[in-house]
């Protein structure tokens, strides 16, 4: 069966600081993969997704970036973090096209400081 | 611009009885359409789904229906219990010229069922 694991689970950093998030998912082999952001009373956001290997499209203008070097992980990273980069990051995977259910992982709690 | 909408930030019902969890879209091309469930702290959860080709979609005790004339859906759930308080999500499928499956998702809806 297929798993998603996301690190750290909860993150406290100071405004200016770097990030690196990582996503590996196991028991399938080139999935979609997914990073998400929900804020404070707000729903999911949708801020990079990626077909697969080196290969990102991004959704929003930030100051994140996101990057895939090998099959099944994922990494969403910063160089300087804003207090705006606050919220719950949550990576995703999906198989396919005729499957469009995404998967989701645990997620991370970032909170910037 | 938000093209899928859930008006209501949050719903509260009594156990046994049926919650309606309400889904408005704008995007006539979304032709895919799922549920999440979440608990706080951690991820969505996939509820059920339901194609554009179909009004209905049922799942043990949760319904999805869909209106496309009317852009709108809702998820059904019957008999409700205590295990399913939480936020739920609406979300729609985009197609961008075939090229990958991305889903936009709604505010969610914080629904408390009452023992």
């Known amino acids: 069966s297929q798993t998603i694991h996301q690190w750290p689970a909860t993150l406290v950093q100071p405004v200016g600081s770097p990030l690196s998030l990582e996503c590996t998912v196991e028991?399938?082999?080139?999935?979609?993969l997914y990073w998400y952001r929900q804020a404070a009373g707000r729903g999911l956001q949708l801020l990079f997704y990626?077909?697969?290997?080196?290969?990102i499209s991004s959704e929003v203008p930030q100051n994140l970036s996101a990057s895939r070097p090998q099959d099944r992980q994922f990494i969403l990273s910063s160089k300087k973090l804003l207090l705006s980069d606050s919220g719950f990051y949550l990576c995703?995977?999906?198989?396919?096209?005729?499957?469009?259910?995404?998967?989701f992982g645990p997620g991370t709690r970032l909170t910037v400081l | 611009d938000q093209q899928v909408k859930q008006n209501s930030p949050s719903l509260s019902v009594q156990e046994g009885r049926i919650s309606i969890l309400n889904c408005d879209y704008t995007?006539?091309?979304?032709?895919?359409f799922l549920w999440y469930k979440k608990y706080p702290a951690e991820g969505p959860t996939f509820l059920i789904s339901?194609?554009?080709?179909?009004d209905k979609n049922e799942d043990g005790r949760f319904t999805v229906f869909l209106n496309k004339s009317a852009k709108h859906l809702s998820l059904h759930i019957v008999p409700s219990q205590p295990g399913d308080s939480a936020v739920y999500f609406c979300?729609?499928?985009?197609?961008?010229?075939?090229?990958?499956?991305?889903?936009?998702f709604g505010t969610g809806t914080l629904l408390a069922v009452q023992p």
């Open positions: 995703a995977w999906s198989v396919g096209q005729a499957t469009d259910t995404q998967y």
């Open positions: 028991g399938t082999s080139n999935p979609n």
């Open positions: 990626s077909v697969g290997i080196g290969q």
């Open positions: 995007n006539s091309m979304f032709d895919y």
């Open positions: 339901i194609s554009s080709i179909k």
């Open positions: 979300a729609a499928r985009a197609l961008y010229g075939g090229a990958t499956n991305k889903l936009i």
